[in-house]
């Protein structure tokens, strides 16, 4: 596959000023839970109604959705609000199913994306279709896994795509559910800047509260959507209740986005700037967690020194860094000045903690 302007050309029935806006409950519960929050995103900036109607959910026993029933629902939520409709579909005969209740959208789930086997049956019975398939990347941090998704796709001359950021899981607890690792997400975009980039803030998050921050990250970046799980009592959705936003927060949380499109001669210029700063945000970040991470291990080294008695500076093995990183800073044209000022920072820092764990 290669980048194509007619990727996009999708995005285009929508005649929108703003950022793409899919919203809608993680689960389709009951026809009226359905209907009122379709009506009520209907008064929002939404274009398109999601709603999950098979659920895969890691561990047996959640709710796994109410099944072909709910396509019902959709179906009459689109008649009588306008408003497009999109689901997930994790094998060809949810795809039947979708295709025969007039689904618009389809998305591919990330515990779809990692198996290439599922993935190409799902392709080859979209074969041709004109419907939008959007793919969230593979719940595991791998670009290529996620582009040959894509690809998949494509040659099955599925030519209406799109892709959704939702993160990807890690073993360790952190303040997301899904660890974004936007750098992923950057380096599609690199490859492939024509092909639209969602962001679902809600499985990034797994909370409310941190949702318009990552959502305005998404636009700094220059996303072309954000799909955010939606539900009029949040707290008792029968599924993902944490992270899910009322329709009336989705409305307020647009509003207070900043979509830096102000008009002005200089528009292309302050674009341009926004979204390198956002690029710089995110490796600043990257930057302070691989610091922390290089602590923790200077920690251990500590741990390891007391035990011993050893001495904490050990200037050979400092030397040896220091002349290594100096060279290597060069292929990265990082002067020897530079990374003598920095190394030696990172040194004091890590001889300060070991200090400290040696007095205590
Ligand atoms: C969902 O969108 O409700 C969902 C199950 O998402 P994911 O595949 O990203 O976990
Ligand atoms: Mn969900």
Redo the contacts with the bound molecule.
Sequence with gaps: MENKKELRTWLDQFNLDHPLVIAGP??AETEEQVLKIAHQLKETDTSVL?A?IW??RTRPGNFEGVGALGLKWLQKAKEETGLLTTT?VANPIHVDLALKHDVDIL?I???TTVSPFNIQEIAEALKGTDKTVLI?NPVNPDLSLWLGAVERFYKQDVKNLGV?H?GFSTYEKSKYRNNPEWQIAIDLQTKFPDLPLIL?PS?IAGRRDIITDLCQTALDLNYDGIMV?THYDPDHAW??AQQQITPKALDQMTRDLKIRKEVSQSQDFQEKLASLRAKIDVIDNQLLDILGKRMKVADDIGEVKKEKNVAILQSTRWNEILGKMILDGKEHNLSEEFILKIFKAIHQESINHQEKILNE
Excluded: F
């Design positions: 993680c689960s999601r999950g659920k895969p997930e998305w789930g990330a515990r969230k959704i939702r679902d499985h799980e599924s993902d």
